[in-house]
């Protein structure tokens, strides 16, 4: 027969090595869709990536997601870095894949966002941010305001491998969901430019931006 201290201790065992399990079948379901070429990135690792003076954001996400929801969290996240590192210059790449590549990798209207540091319109960034307050969205006033039309358009999967091989890509997939298909998929041009950095964000509270 066991003592009350051996059975409590017993339970308290058994309750650990039950929580282990959980925990180790969490990360092997995580690591069963997140490869080498492609990393799980949360909020925090997304504000640390907008505080880089120079980088390019691409932005992928689910059909019916709208692309000023995209703006609107970038801009949050741009509010919150130092004033000296705003990713201030910006024009937009947008990605025109073929139906049947949109189709396999289940996304809409997929673009390229380009952020320079400094630059001339800085000023009028900054004048933009004031201006609009809270009223609508800046960065997409500004961008529309500047840029109007794409500046280059990416049309196949070769294409945006070159795009991404010369602006020393760092990618950001927004996806509700997901699964190893996609990610496949989406790998293909990270797996052809070894510099390249990608992330990728499924975090439900980021997405409380798109309902």
């Known amino acids: 027969m066991y003592s009350l201290n051996e059975l409590i201790f017993l339970k308290l ?6 929580s282990l399990q959980f925990s180790t079948n969490f990360i092997n379901n995580q690591n069963d869709w997140v490869n080498d070429t492609i990393e799980q990135i949360d909020n925090f690792t997304l504000y640390q990536i907008m505080s880089i003076e120079k980088h390019v954001v691409v932005y992928f996400y ?9 703006y609107k969290l970038l801009s949050e996240m741009s509010n919150k870095v130092r004033e000296t590192m705003l990713p201030i210059s910006v024009f937009t790449v947008c990605v ?8 396999k990798l289940n996304i809409y ?77 989406l790998s293909i041009v990270a797996e052809h430019v070894d510099h390249i950095a990608y992330g990728l964000v499924y975090d439900k509270i980021i997405f409380n931006h798109f309902i």
Do not use: C
Not at 62 to 70: A, F, L, N
Not at 134 to 149: A, F, M, V
């Open 109 to 185: 209207s997929p673009s390229v966002t380009y952020f320079r540091d400094g630059g001339q319109y800085k000023y009028e960034y900054k004048e933009a941010m004031k201006i609009n307050k809270n009223r609508t969205n800046p960065i997409y006033e500004w961008i529309r305001l500047k840029i109007g039309s794409p500046m280059k358009l990416l049309r196949n999967i070769k294409e945006t491998e070159e795009f991404v091989s010369n602006n020393n890509l760092i990618a950001i997939m927004f996806m509700k969901e997901t699964n190893q298909k996609i990610l496949k998929n």
């Open 13 to 18: 065992f058994i309750l650990l090595l039950n």
């Open 62 to 70: 689910d059909y019916g997601h709208k692309q000023e929801s995209v």
């Open 96 to 103: 025109t894949y073929f139906d049947d590549v949109i189709q």
